[in-house]
């Protein structure tokens, strides 16, 4: 049978969707529409009263809006990454050449958001040496473990809030350490990221300074 060069090139498009699990990358759609249901409304409540009203009267309570949607969020973080689990074990990471793209970051959030990110980074790692997820994540996913290990960040993604040594009823929000932060905005660049360490503080309302981890350790109470 002869193929004409047209046809060919018409198939071979839909050849690569054949590739996708279709129902698996709907599946992983559903699970990060979950994992964001009441994350976004960390961000609006606080400005928006009359949403904050809402959600109170909802949720039918009349303090502790935060509290609540923690509650809330935390118990389908909890389901999302039970299968999360099931579907690496089953599949490896669900990376870009098995769900497509913007699929292949679901499962990184979901473990992004879960007490287990020291377990699963080795295969975040590797997912993206493979090229099957953004190497900006990877980045990420090692700054909140290093952050979380209480060393310094290497890309300068995470900040945190911790009580001051000298008034623990006062609270501050910073950019944790960097390791030699001079260099940052060059593995920034090499990672994929394309705002430097500067605009991204501001992008998360904070004025970035190079604090150590003598610094923050005199300051802050862990």
């Not at 759609?29 to 994992?35: E, G, R």
């Not at 400005?47 to 303090?63: C, H, R, T, V, Y």
């Not at 098995?98 to 959030?109: D, E, Q």
């Amino acid at each position: 049978m002869k193929y004409s060069l047209l046809s060919i090139l018409c198939a071979w498009p839909l050849l690569g969707l054949g590739q996708v699990n279709g129902s698996l990358k709907r599946e992983l759609d559903s699970m990060y529409a979950l994992d964001q249901r009441y994350r976004a409304y960390f961000m609006e409540y606080p400005k928006n009263q009359k949403l904050a009203d809402s959600l109170m009267a909802a949720f039918e309570i009349k303090e502790n809006l935060s509290g609540k949607l923690w509650k809330l969020q935390n118990h389908v973080d909890s389901l999302n990454l039970i299968r999360v689990k099931e579907i690496i074990k089953t599949h490896g990471y669900p990376g870009s050449s098995l769900v497509g793209k913007p699929t292949n970051a679901a499962a990184w959030h979901i473990i992004q958001h879960s007490p287990e990110i020291a377990v699963y980074f080795p295969i975040i790692e590797k997912a993206g040496q493979a090229g099957e997820l953004p190497m900006s994540l990877v980045a990420m996913m090692h700054d909140r473990l290093l952050t979380e290990q209480h060393k310094p960040q290497r890309y300068g993604t995470q900040a945190t809030c911790y009580p001051l040594k000298a008034d623990p009823t006062k609270q501050e929000c910073f950019i944790w350490p960097i390791e030699n932060p001079s260099a940052v905005n060059e593995r920034r660049k090499k990672a994929g990221f394309t705002q430097t360490v500067e605009e991204n503080a501001k992008r998360l309302g904070l004025e970035y300074n190079a604090l150590t981890m003598e610094e923050v350790t005199q300051r802050y109470r862990f």
